[in-house]
């Protein structure tokens, strides 16, 4: 069957097109127009008049959404979370642990490792983000600090076998002992690794991109303070062009203005968007589990203990549209932090990030308000109409 979605404009990172059609057959894009040109093919027109076709989002920092744990690792939790993502605007996403009993984490990823083989109907998992256990007690944040382990590579082997190969991104402190050789083995298996959840000094920051990890976890949280004399991780992320940087854009994790600043050192080709969502997102205030761990949700904000933020309950559709208003920036510049740029870093950007012919069919509509009115993973809507 062909399918042939007709729109008000279209970005890619190929081009801008005004008035586009996509024509989409057995869940593949086969043919991109611009219908004020030429002649729509035939098949079944779904026409968005005044929507902007875009390509489906990318989430590389995501725990959980609509009651359920990633970590559950289960068909029926993966389903959930897949349904709520893809109704967000979101195609594909890295299923994100947090520190837990080893054994348990182990199993964890045995089953997601089944998750990410079967094809979803939803939002697809297509690698595993391990975040924890090699994270600073200093900055834990969420992750309870009597599971935290040193780095090493035995441990990483570990649940690298675990997970049959799919764990994708590392999160670990750089200044931790056994860090180094650990960012050199994951390095070695082809594992970006992210710095974060660690009170390194700029020097601490410097020698684990030297041993070559590639972006910083969730920028300023759970993050050494940048001071001018000690600038930290923070300095280096924010300095170094190399570097991608993730961001959880809800207003409440990073202030506005540290956002700005953010946009104007990392920019459209390194800045990379994220949730960091739990259980609790789209679901009402109450109690929910990160991980093991209890969160107690008010007006959206995730706690535990004494108020240390938790978590998010921020969906990526949602950040994306924060980050465009916090920044003034267009849509079409910022977009790639939410698509291209975490699958450039992943060395994915053949397959995700993009709208081009030959490609899966992985696109969402946005209204001008910037809502999501549809979204098509593999030609099929998200949203019941
Ligand atoms: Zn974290």
Redesign the pocket.
Known sequence: MRTVITAAQMFSAQREVARPFVVIEDGVVTQIGDSAAETLPAGEVLDFPTATILPALFDV?IHGSAGHDIMEGTPEALDTIGGFLGRHGVGSYLATT?TADINVTLRSLEKLAQEIRRPQTGAQPVGIHL?GPFLSPHKR???PASLLQKPSEHLLNAMWQAAEGHVRLL?IAPELPGADATIARAVALGICVSL??SNATLAEACRGVALGAASA??TF??MRAFDHREPGLAGEVLTNDGLFAELICDGLHVDPTAVRLFWKMKGRERGILIT?AMSAAGMPDGHYKLGELDVRVEGGRCLIEENTIA?STLTLDKGLRNFAEFTGAPLDQVLPLATRNPARMLSLDDRIGDIATGRSADLVLLSPDRTVVQTFLRGKPQIAV
Do not use: I, L
């Open positions: 920092h947090v975040e944040g969420a992750h999160t974060g959840h976890t969730h949280n759970a960091d978590g």
